[in-house]
């Protein structure tokens, strides 16, 4: 790790001990959120919500953020409530709209909670593969509505899976991928999320509609596998 990389990790790690000590809203710079996204130790310690409406974040969001409106928050706190001691980071154009929502799920209990510049005022590396949790995949998986994609090695998909889930690793994605139907939408998961993000940002790009699952199956315990 670079001395600018430990540098922003330990600032943000001096700021969560206020946050910590007494619950408040921590503004975060630009560059310790894509730090935060990019730093594969750190990024699961954190949920980065990009709370702009559903069309705007299809254009383009920030790396590891799932999408959940201000103005549909209150009604679904369920999707997070089992969040409410983890770093939350809520982003969406100006700040203004972020600072809200950060507000609000600090009156229902949240306790580490950090908003980040909005996208129009920092050079964010944008994205336009959208991401879920482990939660909604598992949802996913019951409805059968979605086709799912195992990009682990062939032993890690042995050992357990998500049912219903085909099996293609990573490094054949390349070689497969014209074999995937078009007309069905695409979820895909590993055991950690980078994998998967690689992997729907290449479908994506191929002209599948393809969400990237950010919690892998070392990070959630929720998921019902079979072998």
Avoid: W
């Avoid at 007494?22 to 630009?30: D, F, N, P, R, Y």
């Avoid at 750190?42 to 705007?56: A, F, G, T």
């Avoid at 009604?75 to 709209?97: F, W």
């Avoid at 209990?109 to 129009?120: D, E, I, K, Q």
């Amino acid at each position: 790790m670079n001395r600018k990389k430990q540098s922003i990790l330990a600032t943000l790690f001096c700021m969560m001990c206020v946050v910590y000590a007494e619950v408040s809203i921590t503004q975060l710079t630009g560059a310790q959120l894509e730090t935060l996204m990019t730093d594969k130790t750190e990024k699961s310690k954190y949920l980065v919500i990009d709370v702009r409406e559903k069309e705007e974040y299809a254009e383009g969001h920030v790396r590891n953020a799932i999408n959940l409106s201000v103005n549909e928050i209150q009604y679904r706190l369920a999707e997070i409530s089992d969040l409410k001691n983890k770093n939350i980071v809520t982003i969406c154009r100006s700040g203004a709209r972020s600072m809200r929502a950060a507000e609000m799920l600090k009156k229902e209990g949240f306790t580490r909670l950090f908003n980040a510049p909005g996208v129009s005022s920092y050079a964010y590396q944008m994205n336009k593969t959208a991401n879920i949790r482990g939660q909604k995949l598992q949802e996913l998986a019951e409805a059968g509505t979605y086709l799912i994609i195992d990009v682990r090695e062939a032993k890690d998909y042995a050992a357990g899976h998500i049912k219903g889930a085909v099996n293609i690793p990573a490094a054949q994605l390349d070689s497969k991928i014209k074999e995937l139907p078009k007309t069905k939408k695409i979820a895909v998961y590993c055991y950690t999320g980078e994998k998967s993000f690689a992997a729907a940002q290449k479908l994506s790009a191929a002209g599948y509609d393809a969400l990237n699952v950010l919690d892998g199956t070392k990070e959630y315990k929720g998921y019902s596998l079979v072998k």
